[in-house]
């Protein structure tokens, strides 16, 4: 079974670019959550999807979106980035849709430098 | 590999030793705790998780122990061995939100 993908692995922007991060949870996994990790902040809470909804969402600006396709599969975006946007931006899936009720399985991440 | 901190707190075990590594979580009203280890370049790991109406859970050479009347969860590794080197998260989470609330990491690297 296959694990939780996202890409791309790595990649570099400028300040004000945007960006979009693809994550596929495991086969029959609804749920989605994003994380951001940073050196100075640790792993932080950015949102959370089960079938195509935003059920959950972090204290991050509005320039941090994110969507569910009827596949399951997500995408983040940041728009008008900034220097301390650079991090590994993580993706989680799970069954249930909730932490509480089961394990989060972690992708590998996406890790963004902006320059 | 991944940069998760740079000014984590390390434990530096003996490999065949036991380790613990030690975390203090933030919201009384928590009630739900997971362990996560993180290996350099690879996301985040379960490795074992509590639920609040316990104090202890074995599983394979790992045990967490939750002491909720000073909100300290520990996670104790026997045998330690060289591919347990990792960073090691705590993370809660309440019952009523969907989302996991990460401690900072501890460090533990193993000595062959």
């Known amino acids: 079974k296959a694990g939780v993908t996202q890409t791309p692995r790595y990649l570099i922007k400028t300040r004000g670019q945007q960006v979009t991060l693809s994550c596929s949870p495991i086969?029959?996994?609804?749920?989605v959550s994003w994380y951001q990790q940073t050196p100075g902040q640790g792993l932080q809470f950015l949102f959370e999807?089960?079938?195509?909804?935003?059920?959950n969402k972090g204290n991050f600006p509005g320039r941090f979106s994110g969507r569910q396709f009827s596949n399951s599969r997500s995408e983040m975006n940041v728009s008008t980035l900034e220097l301390g946007d650079s991090a590994l931006y993580l993706c989680?899936?799970?069954?249930?849709?909730?932490?509480?009720?089961?394990?989060?399985?972690f992708g590998e991440g996406s890790r963004l430098t902006v320059l | 590999g991944e940069s998760v901190g740079l000014h984590l707190p390390t434990l530096s075990v003996q490999e065949g030793d036991n380790s613990i590594i030690n975390c203090a979580y933030s919201?009384?009203?928590?009630?739900?705790f997971i362990w996560y280890k993180q290996e350099s370049g690879k996301g985040p790991q379960f490795i074992i998780d509590?639920?609040?109406?316990?104090d202890k859970r074995q599983g394979q050479r790992v045990t967490v122990l939750l002491n909720k009347t000073v909100k300290h969860l520990s996670l104790q590794i026997a045998a330690t061995q060289p591919g347990d080197s990792a960073v090691y998260f705590c993370?809660?989470?309440?019952?009523?939100?969907?989302?996991?609330?990460f401690g900072k990491g501890t460090k533990l690297s193993v000595k062959p």
């Open positions: 086969s029959g996994h609804r749920s």
């Open positions: 993370a809660e989470s309440l019952g009523s939100q969907g989302n996991l609330i």
């Open positions: 509590i639920r609040s109406n316990m």
């Open positions: 999807y089960f079938s195509e909804t935003q059920r």
């Open positions: 989680a899936s799970s069954l249930a849709g909730h932490p509480n009720t089961g394990e989060l399985f």
């Open positions: 919201n009384s009203a928590s009630d739900y």
